[in-house]
């Protein structure tokens, strides 16, 4: 069953076509990625996914159902969670403080009965740091939940913000560039926690990256984007060997 | 000794040690044993100056929005309680240009319901404006603001059936006891303080660090900015009504824009993010400008008149003041941090406030 389908969506600005005429659909299940050149608009691709963006031209379906217009609120509610290419943490809180705000979505207590701290209140927001820690402790982020978010490493940044997408109970995770500024053993790392967290959460995982290696290891379909235009999709092997996206990205070997 | 200090008991004893040296300061003012009504007045007045800028903290400390309305919503809170508590017999002394409107001419409420009717009709207010206000970013968003407030005014000024106008209203009844105010003040900032601590509160601090990413995890950003604001302005309008019983009369004067900027000033001084600071600095701005009062009068030094001393100069001192502390103390006096035993201590033992960072702090 396809999760997440693209229709036809097309993205302009002003004279701009980011993306053109794009067609995807990821897989249950699966971890599918997203690949092309700077500028290819990848991420513009992401931003129409998550209602950051809506659409010129064609639909967003999440589960069959349409979801093109809706605000990045409400499609994360649906169960789609995304982290962002350049971290976006809740820097100056604490990573279980991070955790817990991404649980605030499903809360039923309104402000009144919370703020006056009311039993039922009370025990909700209990069951919050419980579920919150426990992630954490999944994660093997529970040590540092009393940490200011900004002062982690780098590599703990990343996994925070997606341990922050898993905590809205998302069954879809898109990760844009995921591996950005690692280096390669803090890839290979990223790439099995990639792989643990599909299995545990049973999640769905659409990626876009430019670390090749990690694309290559873990996608199981690619999709190929270049000026806004899906160029090849297939599996690795099958991109890797296609002419025009070597031509367009991977690059030709001067001496082959 | 700083392991028994950290105690939990110990802090007991200290907090409860501290409750009962404030209520028995208040209760010795209180019953005229100490101080005078002078400095009881300035008291009271602090203790509405911390409401008001605990709510606008709110606003712009904790979630994140610049907004400047705040002399606005005070003027709702107090025109509310001095139309509906003044006693019926003195009305039509007040209102002898133009007469009151016949129905709130009949209407006399007590003054906790007349109090927090202003701050539900401050709230009002702010909900409606927030509709169109809030889709704006800081600076459009503060512009906004400032020029609704200054809108209230001038409404309030020409609605002569209903405020009077620019004669004001005289006669409101007045408390006779501090405890009305530092009651209100202690039971607004309670709630405010648990409305921050609980998980809207956090959705609140999201907003602030960062729109994009507190949208990507579901919160609605217009529904918890309208919440806040309309909550900051539900408390304005109480801290605007308690005035308006310190100083029996109201005015459309009073509530001037540069008034909001008293409580920037304070959110400012004591720091955005943290409501011990802002009561801090509540009380101190208050007092300050009350004994930078020498300043506007004017001075003979041996026979000798010095010029310098003139009305205004206190204004002059002020902002100097303040420029020193932007330059100096950009956080305020406490940041984002509030003020805690552990803290205390920390700085009388010039141990400097261990910082929450672990080893290795990423750079960014």
Request: cysteine-free.
């Amino acid at each position: 069953m396809s999760v997440l389908k693209i229709n036809n969506v097309t993205m302009q600005f002003g004279g701009v076509t980011a993306v053109n005429n794009l067609n995807i659909e990821v897989q249950e299940g699966r971890i599918e990625a997203l690949i092309g050149p700077n500028g290819a608009g990848k991420t513009t691709a992401f931003n129409v996914i998550t209602g950051v963006y809506s659409p010129t031209k064609g639909n967003v379906f999440y589960k069959n159902e349409n979801i093109t217009g809706l605000t990045p609120d409400k499609i994360t509610k649906k169960g789609i969670a995304r982290t962002f290419q350049n971290i976006r943490l809740f820097k100056n809180l604490t990573v279980l403080e991070n955790i817990l705000i991404a649980n605030h979505l499903r809360i039923n207590s309104n402000f009144l009965s919370s703020t006056l701290r009311m039993p039922w209140s009370n025990k909700e927001e209990r069951q919050m740091r419980e579920k919150s820690e426990m992630l954490l402790d999944k994660l093997d982020l529970l040590r540092l939940k009393n940490e200011i978010a900004h002062s982690l490493p780098y590599g703990e940044q990343r996994k925070l913000e997606i341990a922050r997408a898993l905590a809205t109970d998302a069954d879809l995770l898109l990760l844009d560039e995921p591996a950005a500024g690692m280096n390669p053993s803090e890839t290979m790392e990223l790439s099995s926690f990639i792989h643990n967290i599909r299995d545990e959460f049973h999640l769905t995982i659409f990626m876009i990256e430019h670390h090749m290696d990690l694309v290559m290891e873990i996608s199981e379909k690619i999709y190929v984007l270049d000026f806004g235009q899906l160029i090849a999709e297939g599996t690795a092997n099958e991109v890797k060997n296609d002419q025009r996206v070597i031509e367009a990205y991977l690059g030709v070997e001067e001496d082959a | 000794m700083m392991d028994k200090l950290n105690n939990k008991n110990n802090k007991l004893i200290l907090n409860i040690l501290l409750i009962i040296i404030f209520a028995s300061i208040i209760i010795l003012l209180d019953t005229k044993k100490i101080g005078d009504a002078y400095i009881r007045r300035i008291l009271n007045l602090s203790a509405i100056y911390a409401i008001v800028s605990v709510s606008m903290n709110l606003v712009n400390g904790f979630t994140g929005l610049f907004s400047l309305g705040q002399a606005g919503f005070m003027a709702i809170g107090a025109y509310t309680v001095a139309i509906f508590t003044v006693p019926l017999a003195a009305r039509a002394k007040i209102f002898y240009i133009t007469p009151q409107n016949p129905v709130l001419a009949q209407i006399e409420l007590p003054f906790v319901i007349a109090l927090i009717l202003g701050g539900l009709l401050a709230a009002l207010v702010a909900l409606l404006i927030g509709l169109p206000v809030l889709r704006l970013k800081s600076d459009y968003l503060a512009i906004a603001t400032l020029g609704f407030s200054e809108i209230i005014r001038i409404v309030f000024t020409n609605i002569k059936s209903i405020t009077d106008g620019a004669l004001g209203i005289k006669n409101i009844p007045t408390m006779p006891t501090m405890w009305v105010f530092f009651g209100i003040a202690i039971i607004s900032i309670g709630f405010m303080w648990l409305l921050i601590d609980s998980s809207y509160g956090r959705a609140f601090k999201a907003i602030r660090e960062d729109e994009v990413a507190a949208e990507a995890m579901g919160i609605n950003l217009f529904k918890h900015k309208v919440m806040s604001f309309s909550i900051g302005a539900f408390f304005a309008g109480i801290g605007g009504g308690l005035l308006a019983t310190l100083f029996a009369t109201v005015d459309p004067n009073q509530f001037y824009f540069p008034v909001t900027y008293n409580f920037l000033l304070i959110i400012v001084l004591g720091g955005m993010g943290s409501i011990s600071g802002t009561i801090i600095a509540s009380f101190v701005v208050t007092s300050g400008l009350e004994i930078l009062r020498f300043f506007d009068e004017p001075l003979s030094l041996f026979g000798l008149n010095i010029p310098l001393f003139r009305p205004g100069l206190r204004m002059v001192i002020f902002s100097i003041l303040l420029m020193v502390l932007v330059l100096f103390f950009r956080n305020g006096l406490l940041g984002q941090k509030e003020l805690s035993w552990k803290l205390i201590f920390d700085l009388l033992s010039g141990k400097k406030p261990r910082k929450k960072t672990g080893e290795g702090g990423a750079a960014q």
